[in-house]
């Protein structure tokens, strides 16, 4: 940006300099509404919830707390080991929270990537179909477990009746209580909302591509699959990962969708779940807030690779 | 020859067959919950593929309790204040990070940034104290309050992408006719910037509509609860006897107006989905 510069120079020489000074000094004015609120919303709050890991404290009396080290995080009293560390529960929900992230956004990438090449192409209608890959992405994440809940009813849903009339299944299954399935239900219905937002993305991406480097292709008559790995993918890659990233991290700290569709049950408990029911429900402040940090810290390092990626993009532009 | 156009119509056919899936794949369950919301609590039972009758028993239900009305005005309100706070700050923040060079510039746009990547439950227990000490546990201006938390950076973010892109003349004409940056700011960038502000607000007012976690945690009664958290606790005597024609009216009160919006404002949606993504 050479704005500010430009101006100056249109300035007489004497006003230069103040008028440099004073326009920084506007910015920081200007910026000043935003940077307080997010300073009272995030950063402070950010910085209790480290501070109350460290503590006792309980819900009920936010005042009255004793600072009691990692506690919280790992100690070990009578021969036995204690603190979210120390949880099989916890660990039980990282390892959901991984294998949520891992399985949905996988499956959201390649159904994104097909759905995208599909209003890639020119046919009638397009602006339909468009604007129905929209509607899961509209739906609120409430609305939307409710509704897949009561399709995956065990008694009276009409999956159960789908898979049956094809033969799939031979008799109902409960899909959100079962052990084995309800991971899989909540990756479903995560797939079926978040699909539209990859999808839009990578077609966003897809149509800014040139389209001479696949007149080229088509003249010498390469095969269009050949020419969706060879040109298309390398193509779309920086566009698609930053995408994959936004949704890893979204992902990570799921939360609605889980605690609706299947409650506080342990099979598909994620932290996010984990440490709110600890902080809430248990009142216990400390523990959950031990809980919420380390759900920080590995948040925030994929927010590094992703701040990584993002610089490189914005001094590419 | 014949295979050659045979292939090809196969191809056209599977082409066809993959949109109708797509098209399934996405609507059905919405149109199911608008099915399931017009049976009686009987007709339940059978599973219907189309509509055989229509009731609107559940959504007389659902209107005429008191407060199922006042959480969608809690909504509407928290969403629409959020959007109007979202787009004042964002909108001054913008102005500085996209047309003044100034040292640190830089880091403001990565903290934003970074903060748009907060999982809500790190700041959960901490905002939970500033709340309680700006004496607004259980009312929906907290909402409001702890909602910017995702909204603003987001704005931010695209008004800012937004701002970078006027053209530099305009603002020059305004300091050599005397404007302060506030007027120059509302004046004459501003009018330019509705596009952006329409893409942004309209993003932030969903995001706020549709959230779950804080609603939850920050409102305790009733009367003071959004529409997501008053669905997801319409529960009946056990898991078995959820009222699931009164949960699917419900959610297709709050639905349709979502969907309305969204098919109106398609086009500006996708460019302000992709403007926050792709192009930060």
């Known amino acids: 940006m050479s704005t500010k510069s430009d101006i100056a120079q249109s300035m007489p020489a004497s006003n230069r300099l103040s008028l440099l000074t004073q326009r920084k000094r506007m910015a920081w004015l200007f910026l000043s509404p935003m940077m307080l609120v997010l ?23 936010l005042h009255d707390y004793q600072f009691i080290g990692f506690e919280n995080y790992l100690v070990y009293e009578a021969g036995e080991w204690y603190g979210v560390l120390a949880d099989p529960l916890w660990w039980r929900a990282v390892k959901n929270t991984l294998f949520f992230t891992l399985v949905s956004v996988s499956a959201e990438t390649f159904l994104g990537i097909i759905v995208a090449l599909t209003l890639n192409a020119q046919f009638k209608g397009r602006a339909l179909v468009r604007a129905a890959i929209l509607i899961p992405w509209a739906i609120p994440t409430i609305v939307s477990a409710r509704m897949w809940g009561w399709m995956l009813h065990d008694q009276f849903g009409i999956l ?10 031979a008799e109902p299954v409960a899909w959100t209580a079962d052990a084995n399935l309800s991971m ?134 | 020859m014949l295979t050659k156009s045979l292939s090809k119509l196969l191809l056209r056919v599977a082409f066809w067959m993959l949109i109708l899936a797509i098209i399934v794949f996405s609507t059905f369950p919405f149109y199911y919950a608008i099915l399931t919301s017009l049976k ?4 339940l039972f059978s599973i219907d593929y189309i509509l055989t009758s229509v009731h609107f028993g559940n959504y007389q239900t659902v209107l005429n ?20 706070i979202s787009l004042l700050f964002g909108l001054t923040a913008a102005y500085a990070l996209g047309r003044v060079e100034f040292r640190g510039r830089g880091a403001v746009l990565l903290m934003v940034l970074g903060v748009s990547m907060f999982p809500q439950v790190a700041v959960l227990s901490g905002l939970f104290e ?25 704005t931010v973010w695209v ?103 969204v098919l109106i404002f398609q086009r500006r949606i996708v460019s302000g989905l992709t403007a926050g993504a792709v192009k930060g």
């Open chain 2, 40 to 43: 009686t609590s009987e007709q």
């Open chain 1, 39 to 61: 300073l009272a919303v995030a950063g402070w709050p950010l910085l209790r919830t480290i501070g109350f890991s460290f503590t006792d404290a309980n819900l009920g009396n």
């Open chain 2, 130 to 154: 500033v709340i309680r000490w700006l004496n607004l546990y259980n009312n929906p201006l907290a909402l409001v309050f702890s909602y910017t938390i995702f909204t603003l950076p987001f």
């Open chain 1, 184 to 317: 899989w239900a909540v990756i479903m219905v995560d797939v079926w909302k978040t699909t539209p937002f990859m999808a839009l993305l990578t077609l966003a991406a897809l149509q800014m591509l040139p389209s001479d480097c696949y007149e080229a292709a088509k003249v010498d008559g390469i095969h269009p699959v050949r020419v969706f790995f060879k040109v298309t993918l390398p193509l779309i890659a920086p566009a698609l990962m930053v995408a994959v990233i936004f949704r890893v991290l979204d992902a990570l700290r799921v939360f609605d969708l889980i605690f609706v569709l299947t409650s506080n049950s342990a099979d598909t408990m994620s932290m996010s779940v984990y440490a709110r029911q600890q902080l809430v429900e248990f009142q216990d402040v400390g523990y959950g807030s031990a809980a919420s940090t380390l759900l920080f810290f590995v948040i925030a390092l994929c927010t590094l690779a992703y701040l990584y990626l993002g610089k490189k993009r914005m001094e590419s532009y």
């Open chain 2, 159 to 261: 008004l800012t992408t937004f701002m970078r892109q006027l053209p530099k003349e305009l603002e020059e004409a305004a300091i050599v006719d005397g404007a302060s940056p506030i007027v120059t700011l509302f004046q004459v960038f501003m009018p330019l910037m509705w596009p952006a502000m329409v893409t942004t607000g309209l993003l932030a007012f969903i995001a706020a509509w549709n959230e779950f976690l804080f609603a939850l945690t920050f409102t305790l009664t009733d009367d003071q609860r959004t529409v997501p958290v008053a669905i997801a606790l319409i529960s009946g005597g056990s898991a078995y006897e959820l009222p699931w024609g009164i949960i699917m009216a419900a959610s297709v009160v709050v639905t349709v107006p979502l969907v309305i919006l």
């Open chain 2, 65 to 84: 309790q008191a407060s199922f009305i006042r959480s969608l005005g809690n909504s509407l309100f928290v969403s629409t204040l959020t959007v109007v």
């Open chain 1, 160 to 169: 159960n009746d789908i898979f049956m009339t094809l033969g799939f299944i």
